[in-house]
């Protein structure tokens, strides 16, 4: 079939929050537009469109009152239904945003037993997810921020968030759970200002913590373009640093409310790039859209919504191919890579460094020379828009 090469398969990774697909369509102005789904159906709905994975909040499979019979219900049910449908769940995460006890924060509100029971929430998470399978675990700090900075100092909101993330290491290796932490950075909303927010701000973080090998990032398009930042760029360094444990793809025009729109679909061109570098460096972990479907949408809407998502990433992904054999590209790189040229400045020695000192550049030499740039973006352009 022609279209056989963007069927997903279960060796593209790619998977789907509960909370995406079963996105009703809320939103600050307007009540839900879709009925409510069950874990069961997104499951079986995910199997259907061919994700490989599932993921969960631990409220979004069980409810915050359950008694612990009903928790041990749901859960049969959920993973029976992972099994029939072909369906794993690589990674969970916890809510700490929604329950108005978190409104001041969780780990960084400054009632101690909130933070407390931040933890306790956290770690009944943790065993939710483990007993489902889950080996990445996923921190989002929603409320972890302020509208006022006359409520803390926000250096110790850093500690604070320092110690829940190094108590959180110790229960996951005492529980033998082998979990990996990714951390999820994003600027704002729902709180005005969100400590840490951006990805860099986070490994800046994890270097400082008791366990830092357990704990790496799980970068998000929208959130790095709400801060008009590159997203490629924050996967790279995160990627270079061995920190890029999870990554959350979607979309978002910058200047705007968070959107969490179809991967793709408002800047192809930087979610190119992206796919490109995952596909290039060899990124082995899941690719997991945190996007839902437009509010206009019926849950027929919602499946058009998750399989254009991957859809588009097995689009790009053999536009990167085509990009990377392209011979009027490789011509061009190879005429901008770099050189041979000078090696007095590869490693400090103090010879090195004096000859470097006393050496003379032809700098308008250097500077004059035409990059092509143009000529290379415009052909990257022409790929993806498939006249070439
Ligand atoms: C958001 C975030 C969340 C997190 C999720 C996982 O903007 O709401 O992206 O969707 O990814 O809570 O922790
Ligand atoms: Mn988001
Ligand atoms: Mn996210």
């Known amino acids: 079939m022609e279209n056989e090469k963007y069927t997903p398969r279960p060796e593209h990774k790619f998977s789907f929050g509960l909370w995406t697909v079963g996105n009703r369509g809320r939103d600050p102005f ?11 159906e997104a499951v079986r709905m995910l199997g259907e469109i061919g994700a490989y994975g599932v993921n ?42 929604y329950d108005p006890v978190f409104r001041d924060g969780a780990f960084t509100a400054n009632d101690k037993s909130v933070r407390a029971y931040a933890l306790q929430k956290t770690m009944r998470a943790m065993d939710l997810g483990a007993e489902c399978g889950a080996k990445i675990f996923v921190l989002w700090g929603g409320r972890e921020g302020v509208e006022t900075d006359g ?8 500690k604070r968030l320092r110690e829940a993330l190094n108590y959180l290491c110790e229960y996951s290796l005492d529980r033998k759970y082998d979990y990996k932490f990714a951390l999820e950075a994003k600027p704002n909303e729902p709180r005005a200002d969100i400590y840490m927010p951006t990805t860099g701000a986070y490994l800046a973080l994890i270097s400082t913590l008791d366990r830092p090998e357990m704990v790496g990032v799980n ?31 979607n979309d978002q ?33 899941p690719r997991h859209f945190d996007a839902h479907a437009y509010r206009t949408e019926d849950y027929e809407g919602v499946k058009e919504f998750a399989r254009g998502c991957m859809r588009t990433y097995l689009i790009l992904k053999e536009k990167a191919a085509q990009w990377n054999g392209d011979t009027e590209i490789r ?16 490693k400090f020695s103090t010879q090195h460094a004096s000859e470097l000192l006393s050496a003379t550049f032809d700098r308008a030499g250097l500077a004059s020379r035409g990059l092509n740039y143009e000529r290379l973006d415009q052909l990257t352009i022409d790929i993806l828009l498939g006249v070439r």
């Not at 049969?76 to 794993?88: I, L, S």
């Not at 409520?151 to 850093?158: E, F, G, N, T």
């Open 30 to 40: 307007g009540d839900a537009v879709r009925p409510p789904l069950t874990p069961v």
């Open 56 to 97: 969960f909040h631990d409220n979004d499979l069980v409810p915050i009152d359950a008694t612990p019979q009903e928790r041990d219900r749901i859960v049969n049910e959920f993973r029976r239904a992972c099994e029939e449908n072909g369906v794993v769940v690589p990674m969970a995460t916890v809510n700490l945003f």
């Open 151 to 158: 409520c803390r100092r926000p250096d110790d909101a850093v």
């Open 219 to 249: 970068p998000e398009v929208a959130h790095e373009h709400m801060a008009g930042l590159n997203m490629t760029h924050a996967v790279a360094q995160a990627w270079e640093a061995g920190k890029l444990f999870h990554v959350d793809l």
């Open 253 to 285: 025009i910058p200047g705007r409310y968070d959107q969490d729109l179809r991967f793709g679909s408002a800047n192809p061109r930087a979610a190119f790039w992206l796919v490109k570098f995952l596909e290039d460096v060899g990124y082995t972990g």
């Open 331 to 346: 011509a061009l790189l190879a005429g901008i890579s770099e050189t041979a040229g000078d090696e007095r400045g590869n």
